[in-house]
């Protein structure tokens, strides 16, 4: 019997991935993510609301409160080690009617349940003088101080480095296509290419975790991807709220949110359709619509016109409405069902499984552990001398290459340098924000594009927007 | 008798012609200048246009250098022209006005470089 | 810090004349700041023909035009900077630039004039739904990947927007083999040049429809695919009239907007229909010293009114340089655009100190036939003139004296609009 290759292999490279990936690091273990897309943060994880929830959504006992609090109590620590941009802003729960109070009430009474610290029910006139743009309706919100926002590609990014500068091997463009229980472990077919063999999977797959739980498992679950639509504003309507808003789920069903982004965008949404293809990130002009007339009932005055995008991102919603995290088989451990609050709770996730794991394998920790990570600097954010000292170093952050977020060409370069680097345009965008302004990559394209053939020598007519198939030219003119 | 009402072209006014062609004599109405009638008989005659692209330029500091026919060309040989103009290459230096292509397409006419480019 | 006398933002058309004009009444101390490798803007990207015809009574292309101005720049050895993005610009005029060269540098200009152009308006903005595929892109950007560094953005086309951009993009992607199948315009009319329509949809066979957007976009990775609908007389698509379009590639040339991020940081006032610095006649913004002009301060259909206007930016910027803020401006009256006319370029005027003539550039709101353009000094008619078409897309032009402001001592406003017979 020939060895198997892998201590453990993880399937898919999103934030709950890449959040095990970076836990498992810390063992002897030898440890490959795979992920089916050209990078890491390619699927769910980089379409969603982008918050880091305080956690008193989620039922109380459930293994979503659970981990939606840890991940949010250690959520500033973690920004801190490994450098993501997160901060707490606070999150209202919005009750439009002297009605409603009970459910708000019970809400609150959730969050304490769940262990969410400093939560309180505040008056309208309070929320208003907190948040002036907030509708004249409101009687009263849930304030939970706690809650924040996160950069989600940040997030992802930075917990993927650590995890391949800890020694996890990360494959791209690697799709399993099937699992089989062998000798010691598994086999993972993959599509073009051999097969990998490893003692234990993690199933991290998104919103194809129950094809793989199901290709195992006995028991079988059954994800269902919930579409949300968003719209992303200009940084010129980046403070017309602060905190994040919620609205109480009444009878608006379940509500849509308009938060600041980390950056400094307005964004709003999400919607919820629930839908049968799970490559369905599309938006449609009915849900963008739903989005913008349900924002109205929370915050006035949203500037609308200053939309720069719109994006549809696919919630792995269990049929249960839990997520389901362990052992589910003999060495198969599942992270399936991820969705809100799965961006929350992936860094909690990720120290539970990969003790689970060790654990198990009767791994040791290394004694070598890097535990902290370094981000691309951000140069526009710096000091005039700073700034003047790096580009004196490295005269390539002196030339801006996004005029509409500041970016120069040294950071896009880093963003390809670095561990994993950047090998596509949204790659590049996710690590250093290029293409992300009101522009929307109009001007950088043609320079970017230079960037990366110089800098990995792939040819201009083979530089994808993404994964292959989404090559930019078709050749020379 | 054939009346044609067309868009003159030779300036951005674009002032609507007609042209009144009867056998050999053609009249031309509705435009506000002189090269707007010779347009308009050129056009229903013989059209003509110039036709502006690019050339591939080796070791320049730009990659293409642009180009223009000096004079208009048959409208019916637009894609002959562009067909030469896609299959040749120049080196560096080029000159704004200098002649990259003689005749092109076997029309006469010039292709001549609309801007400069410096060797690397 | 180093204090230069006039600094020009923008080393396009608009910051080259601007130069040159500067130069010529006078002053030494100039210096053009720009983003690219080369001086020209983006009349480096527009290779085809149409330019100068004002200026040099020429049919020029646009580098050709490009040329003509950066040879005056360079034969007046008027100094310029290149790669170089300005960041800051303070209301005391403080200029912040950023180059490989020098880092971060702080500069004190006596005057400041604003040429930086416009960009265009993405996807993004109209919120078209659908997927997110490579292959869609502003007409602008296809342009310049295609004339500056050869390359085709791909083989079916499809263009939404009829602007002058979309049109000459769909005959260079046709011209280079690529299949545009069809330019859609939101507008019942183009936003484009006539002459444009001619030789760049009706000389390939390309169909024009307007009254249509496109409300899907298909295609995971690259396009495959969009559907264009009419849609009514309030822009909304209209059920039933779904036409279905496979393509890989989507152009856009739906709007171009003043780039005005330094502007409004210098604390600049900003027009709201323009989206570009309110100015008076002599082009200067409501901040002393910083004036505006070209594609910054409105978007132009022609480069030569970019050059006549960025001309008089710089002879009014030098003399400020020379003289000063002048001890009185004597009346300023706001000029005031309405029924069908949308805006006017200036938006205040200095009866009394202006120069003789002062041209009023502006637009109108819908395409209007047998109109009139009046002037009017508070409810006085001054002057009408018929146009037999008007049209959003063609910027026009009226002509103050300075003279006919003598009898109107207490004139409040000028009012310049549309007006049936």
């Given at each position: 019997?020939?060895?198997?290759?892998?201590?453990?292999?993880?399937?898919?490279?999103?934030?709950?991935?890449?959040?095990?990936?970076?836990?498992?690091?810390?063992?002897?273990?030898?440890?490959?993510?795979?992920?089916?897309?050209?990078?890491?943060?390619?699927?769910?994880?980089?379409?969603?609301?982008?918050?880091?929830?305080?956690?008193?959504?989620?039922?109380?006992?459930?293994?979503?409160?659970?981990?939606?609090?840890?991940?949010?109590?250690?959520?500033?620590?973690?920004?801190?080690?490994?450098?993501?941009?997160?901060?707490?802003?606070?999150?209202?729960?919005?009750?439009?009617?002297?009605?409603?109070?009970?459910?708000?009430?019970?809400?609150?009474?959730?969050?304490?349940?769940?262990?969410?610290?400093?939560?309180?029910?505040?008056?309208?006139?309070?929320?208003?003088?907190?948040?002036?743009?907030?509708?004249?309706?409101?009687?009263?919100?849930?304030?939970?101080?706690?809650?924040?926002?996160?950069?989600?590609?940040?997030?992802?990014?930075?917990?993927?480095?650590?995890?391949?500068?800890?020694?996890?091997?990360?494959?791209?463009?690697?799709?399993?296509?099937?699992?089989?229980?062998?000798?010691?472990?598994?086999?993972?077919?993959?599509?073009?290419?051999?097969?990998?063999?490893?003692?234990?999977?993690?199933?991290?797959?998104?919103?194809?975790?129950?094809?793989?739980?199901?290709?195992?498992?006995?028991?079988?679950?059954?994800?269902?991807?919930?579409?949300?639509?968003?719209?992303?504003?200009?940084?010129?309507?980046?403070?017309?709220?602060?905190?994040?808003?919620?609205?109480?789920?009444?009878?608006?069903?379940?509500?849509?949110?308009?938060?600041?982004?980390?950056?400094?965008n307005l964004l709003i949404g999400p919607t919820a359709a629930d839908i049968?293809?799970?490559?369905?990130?599309?938006?449609?002009?009915?849900?963008?619509?739903?989005?913008?007339?349900?924002?109205?009932?929370?915050?006035?005055?949203?500037?609308?016109?200053?939309?720069?995008?719109?994006?549809?991102?696919?919630?792995?919603?269990?049929?249960?409405?839990?997520?389901?995290?362990?052992?589910?088989?003999?060495?198969?451990?599942?992270?399936?069902?991820?969705?809100?609050?799965?961006?929350?709770?992936?860094?909690?996730?990720?120290?539970?499984?990969?003790?689970?794991?060790?654990?198990?394998?009767?791994?040791?920790?290394?004694?070598?552990?890097?535990?902290?990570?370094?981000?691309?600097?951000?140069?526009?954010?710096?000091?005039?001398?700073?700034?003047?000292?790096?580009?004196?170093?490295?005269?390539?952050?002196?030339?801006?290459?996004?005029?509409?977020?500041?970016?120069?060409?040294?950071?896009?370069v880093d963003s390809i340098r670095r561990t994993l680097g950047a090998r596509?345009?949204?790659?590049?965008?996710?690590?250093?924000?290029?293409?992300?302004?009101?522009?929307?990559?109009?001007?950088?394209?043609?320079?970017?594009?230079?960037?990366?053939?110089?800098?990995?020598?792939?040819?201009?007519?083979?530089?994808?927007?993404?994964?292959?198939?989404?090559?930019?030219?078709?050749?020379?003119? | 008798?054939?009346?044609?009402?067309?868009?003159?072209?030779?300036?951005?006014?674009?002032?609507?012609?007609?042209?009144?062609?009867?056998?050999?004599?053609?009249?031309?109405?509705?435009?506000?200048?002189?090269?707007?009638?010779?347009?308009?008989?050129?056009?229903v005659l013989s059209p003509t246009r110039i036709v502006t692209s690019s050339?591939?330029?080796?070791?320049?500091?730009?990659?293409?250098?642009?180009?223009?026919?000096?004079?208009?060309?048959?409208?019916?040989?637009?894609?002959?022209?562009?067909?030469?103009?896609?299959?040749?290459?120049?080196?560096?230096?080029?000159?704004?006005?200098?002649?990259?292509?003689?005749?092109?397409?076997?029309?006469?006419?010039?292709?001549?470089?609309?801007?400069?480019?410096?060797?690397? | 810090?180093?204090?230069?006398?006039?600094?020009?933002?923008?080393?396009?058309?608009?910051?080259?004349?601007?130069?040159?004009?500067?130069?010529?009444?006078?002053?030494?101390?100039?210096?053009?700041?720009?983003?690219?490798?080369?001086?020209?803007?983006?009349?480096?990207?527009?290779?085809?023909?149409?330019?100068?015809?004002?200026?040099?009574?020429?049919?020029?292309?646009?580098?050709?035009?490009?040329?003509?101005?950066?040879?005056?720049?360079?034969?007046?050895?008027?100094?310029?900077?290149?790669?170089?993005?300005?960041?800051?610009?303070?209301?005391?005029?403080?200029?912040?630039?950023?180059?490989?060269?020098?880092?971060?540098?702080?500069?004190?200009?006596?005057?400041?004039?604003?040429?930086?152009?416009?960009?265009?308006?993405?996807?993004?903005?109209?919120?078209?739904?659908?997927?997110?595929?490579?292959?869609?892109?502003?007409?602008?950007?296809?342009?310049?990947?295609?004339?500056?560094?050869?390359?085709?953005?791909?083989?079916?086309?499809?263009?939404?927007?009829?602007?002058?951009?979309?049109?000459?993009?769909?005959?260079?992607?046709?011209?280079?083999?690529?299949?545009?199948?069809?330019?859609?315009?939101?507008?019942?009319?183009?936003?484009?040049?006539?002459?444009?329509?001619?030789?760049?949809?009706?000389?390939?066979?390309?169909?024009?429809?307007?009254?249509?957007?496109?409300?899907?976009?298909?295609?995971?990775?690259?396009?495959?695919?969009?559907?264009?609908?009419?849609?009514?007389?309030?822009?909304?698509?209209?059920?039933?009239?779904?036409?279905?379009?496979?393509?890989?590639?989507?152009?856009?040339?739906?709007?171009?907007?003043?780039?005005?991020?330094?502007?409004?940081?210098?604390?600049?006032?900003?027009?709201?229909?323009?989206?570009?610095?309110?100015?008076?006649?002599?082009?200067?913004?409501?901040?002393?010293?910083?004036?505006?002009?070209?594609?910054?301060?409105?978007?132009?259909?022609?480069?030569?009114?970019?050059?006549?206007?960025?001309?008089?930016?710089?002879?009014?910027?030098?003399?400020?340089?020379?003289?000063?803020?002048?001890?009185?401006?004597?009346?300023?009256?706001?000029?005031?655009?309405?029924?069908?006319?949308?805006?006017?370029?200036?938006?205040?005027?200095?009866?009394?100190?202006?120069?003789?003539?002062?041209?009023?550039?502006?637009?109108?709101?819908?395409?209007?036939?047998?109109?009139?353009?009046?002037?009017?000094?508070?409810?006085?008619?001054?002057?009408?003139?018929?146009?037999?078409?008007?049209?959003?897309?063609?910027?026009?032009?009226?002509?103050?004296?300075?003279?006919?402001?003598?009898?109107?001592?207490?004139?409040?406003?000028?009012?310049?609009?549309?007006?049936?017979?």
């Amino acid at each position: 019997m020939s060895e198997l290759q892998y201590d453990v292999t993880i399937i898919g490279g999103g934030v709950t991935g890449a959040a095990v990936a970076r836990e498992l690091s810390r063992y002897q273990l030898k440890t490959c993510l795979v992920e089916r897309a050209e990078d890491v943060c390619s699927g769910t994880s980089k379409a969603n609301s982008a918050i880091v929830h305080a956690g008193y959504d989620a039922a109380v006992g459930s293994v979503k409160a659970r981990f939606n609090v840890e991940g949010n109590r250690i959520m500033g620590e973690l920004s801190r080690d490994l450098d993501f941009a997160f901060r707490r802003n606070g999150s209202l729960v919005l009750c439009f009617a002297e009605a409603d109070r009970p459910a708000l009430q019970a809400l609150y009474e959730r969050g304490v349940a769940n262990g969410v610290p400093d939560l309180k029910i505040i008056s309208g006139d309070e929320v208003r003088a907190m948040e002036p743009n907030v509708t004249d309706e409101v009687v009263a919100a849930l304030y939970a101080p706690t809650g924040g926002i996160v950069c989600p590609f940040g997030l992802t990014i930075a917990l993927a480095e650590n995890a391949c500068d800890n020694g996890v091997e990360f494959r791209f463009l690697t799709e399993v296509t099937d699992i089989k229980k062998i000798e010691g472990g598994y086999e993972l077919a993959v599509r073009d290419q051999a097969a990998i063999t490893t003692r234990y999977v993690v199933n991290a797959a998104g919103v194809y975790a129950d094809v793989f739980h199901n290709m195992v498992c006995g028991d079988k679950i059954h994800i269902v991807p919930r579409k949300g639509d968003y719209c992303l504003l200009d940084q010129e309507a980046g403070k017309h709220v602060d905190k994040t808003i919620f609205q109480l789920p009444g009878k608006y069903g379940k509500g849509i949110l308009v938060a600041p982004t980390i950056h400094g965008n307005l964004l709003i949404g999400p919607t919820a359709a629930d839908i049968d293809d799970k490559e369905g990130t599309y938006t449609t002009a009915a849900e963008l619509a739903e989005a913008t007339k349900k924002s109205a009932i929370s915050v006035k005055n949203i500037p609308y016109r200053q939309v720069i995008t719109s994006f549809s991102g696919l919630r792995a919603h269990e049929t249960h409405d839990e997520f389901i995290i362990g052992e589910s088989a003999d060495g198969f451990f599942d992270a399936a069902g991820i969705e809100s609050p799965g961006l929350s709770s992936a860094p909690a996730i990720g120290i539970y499984l990969a003790e689970l794991i060790a654990e198990k394998a009767g791994a040791e920790k290394k004694a070598d552990f890097i535990a902290t990570r370094k981000g691309i600097p951000h140069v526009s954010a710096m000091s005039r001398e700073e700034r003047a000292a790096l580009i004196k170093e490295r005269p390539d952050y002196g030339t801006i290459v996004c005029r509409c977020e500041n970016v120069s060409e040294g950071e896009i370069v880093d963003s390809i340098r670095r561990t994993l680097g950047a090998r596509s345009l949204d790659g590049i965008k996710r690590r250093v924000r290029q293409g992300m302004g009101r522009c929307q990559a109009g001007f950088c394209t043609p320079r970017t594009m230079e960037i990366l053939c110089r800098e990995t020598g792939i040819p201009m007519e083979k530089i994808c927007k993404n994964q292959p198939g989404s090559e930019m030219i078709t050749g020379e003119a | 008798m054939e009346v044609r009402n067309l868009i003159c072209i030779g300036c951005p006014l674009g002032c609507p012609v007609t042209v009144t062609m009867e056998g050999e004599d053609i009249q031309v109405t509705g435009n506000t200048c002189p090269r707007g009638a010779d347009y308009a008989r050129k056009e229903v005659l013989s059209p003509t246009r110039i036709v502006t692209s690019s050339i591939r330029v080796n070791d320049g500091v730009i990659a293409r250098v642009s180009v223009k026919t000096k004079n208009d060309i048959p409208k019916s040989k637009i894609f002959e022209v562009m067909d030469e103009i896609r299959n040749t290459r120049v080196d560096a230096p080029v000159t704004m006005g200098q002649v990259l292509i003689s005749d092109c397409a076997g029309t006469g006419v010039e292709i001549i470089a609309t801007k400069s480019v410096e060797r690397v | 810090m180093t204090h230069h006398d006039i600094v020009i933002i923008g080393g396009g058309p608009a910051g080259l004349s601007a130069a040159a004009a500067a130069r010529k009444a006078g002053i030494q101390d100039i210096l053009i700041l720009e983003r690219d490798g080369v001086l020209g803007g983006i009349l480096n990207q527009c290779i085809h023909n149409g330019f100068g015809l004002h200026t040099f009574k020429e049919e020029l292309t646009g580098p050709e035009y490009a040329a003509r101005y950066i040879a005056m720049v360079e034969e007046e050895k008027i100094p310029y900077k290149l790669n170089t993005i300005v960041a800051d610009i303070s209301r005391d005029r403080e200029v912040t630039y950023i180059n490989k060269k020098e880092g971060l540098v702080t500069i004190q200009a006596g005057a400041v004039i604003l040429a930086m152009g416009c960009r265009e308006r993405p996807r993004g903005a109209l919120n078209t739904p659908g997927y997110r595929p490579a292959g869609i892109y502003s007409a602008g950007t296809a342009q310049r990947l295609m004339n500056i560094e050869g390359y085709c953005v791909g083989k079916e086309v499809v263009i939404l927007g009829s602007g002058d951009i979309g049109l000459i993009m769909a005959r260079r992607m046709t011209l280079e083999g690529a299949k545009v199948k069809v330019v859609a315009e939101l507008m019942p009319y183009s936003g484009g040049l006539k002459r444009n329509i001619v030789q760049c949809l009706d000389d390939y066979g390309i169909p024009l429809k307007l009254s249509h957007t496109i409300i899907n976009i298909e295609g995971k990775e690259r396009l495959t695919g969009i559907t264009l609908a009419e849609v009514d007389a309030n822009r909304n698509p209209i059920p039933g009239t779904e036409e279905h379009y496979s393509c890989d590639t989507l152009l856009l040339s739906v709007g171009l907007i003043p780039e005005n991020e330094l502007s409004k940081g210098a604390g600049v006032s900003m027009n709201r229909v323009t989206s570009g610095p309110n100015v008076d006649d002599r082009l200067e913004t409501e901040a002393e010293g910083i004036y505006a002009c070209g594609n910054v301060l409105h978007v132009h259909d022609l480069v030569d009114f970019v050059s006549q206007e960025a001309a008089l930016a710089g002879e009014n910027a030098a003399a400020y340089v020379k003289n000063g803020k002048a001890a009185s401006t004597g009346r300023r009256v706001p000029l005031m655009a309405e029924n069908g006319v949308r805006y006017t370029v200036p938006q205040v005027l200095n009866v009394d100190t202006m120069q003789d003539t002062v041209t009023v550039r502006f637009r109108v709101a819908d395409v209007y036939k047998d109109r009139y353009i009046a002037v009017y000094y508070d409810d006085k008619l001054i002057s009408r003139k018929k146009k037999k078409v008007l049209a959003p897309g063609e910027m026009e032009q009226v002509v103050l004296k300075k003279s006919s402001f003598a009898d109107y001592p207490e004139i409040g406003r000028i009012k310049i609009c549309t007006e049936v017979e």
